[in-house]
């Protein structure tokens, strides 16, 4: 019995010591919503935070962030799309921003049934895809399950195997010691990658953007969504699902300098996609969307045609 008191009291100390170092202080409440200014919409797993612009009968096209960086991440494209005559739909997946963080497994089925949901709200039926980072993951995926949904597919910078040599992601994946550092040091970890990400798109906007990322991490579920996300199928290699892509009409940028995504996985999907167009962007990083607008907005355009 004393063993028992004694490891009993060393667990509640353990987890009063990781709530205090954990940066997820607050609810996303009602109030919350209210007051950011947003639209929400409710979909069967939860809130989703959206922004929905362009004509009404302009050709849809849904915008899909990558692993942290929310819509913002759009900026430099959203409103440019909408002033072409598209319908343009961008969102923050579950776990980011204001978006709500429900529980159970964040895994390829949970992201392709948001977008499921986001197309019936609208009742669009098809709809062109730009994607970047893990949103063409996400993607690919989407295509694999919904062929007949996707018109033309936009990838900047896509991932294909998030987990090949991430020490990150591999630790996390171990019990007990992953959700510990869940708690305590994730949040950290990618509001520092972000930062650095910002920082190497030498945008006038990385002060801005890097304080509207840790917005998102004060709220508690960020951290699990991430912990959940990388113990499950969408940081595998996933070939299969690019492989599918074959034959439709897919545009494929990518910046020289990206540290993030390896131009040896560039060349994985190329190989699994001969059809696809890849453009090559000299000294660009990871956030091409935003270093190289001028360069990938016009790309986007013409592709869309």
Known sequence: MKYLISALIVLITLTAVLLLVSPEKKRITNTVRNDSGSEFIQLSEGWTEYELAGPENGEPVI????????????????????????????????????????????????YIRQIEDLMASQNWTRTHIIAHSMGGAIAAEFVKAHPESVDHLVLLAPALYMAEGNTGITLIRIPLLGDIMAMTALSGLLASRAEALFEAARIPEAEEYKNAF??????????????????????????????????????????????????????????????????????????????????VNPLILDFLK
């Open 214 to 295: 840790r917005e998102q991490i004060v709220y508690y579920g960020f951290s699990r969504s991430v912990k959940s996300l990388f113990r499950h199928d969408l940081v595998k290699d996933l070939s299969d699902a690019y492989r599918t892509l074959d034959g439709r009409k897919t545009l494929l940028i990518w910046g020289s300098r990206d540290e993030s995504i390896p131009e040896d996985h560039i060349k994985t999907i190329e190989s699994l996609v001969p059809d696809l167009e890849l453009k090559v962007l000299d000294d660009v990083g990871h956030m091409l969307n935003m270093e190289a607008s001028q360069t």
């Open 63 to 110: 915008l899909i962030h990558g692993l942290s960086v929310p819509m913002f991440d759009w900026d430099r494209q959203f409103y440019i799309l909408a002033e072409s005559g598209y319908r343009v739909l961008r969102y923050n997946h579950y776990g980011r921003g204001l978006s709500d963080r429900p529980r159970g497994n964040y895994d390829a089925g949970r």
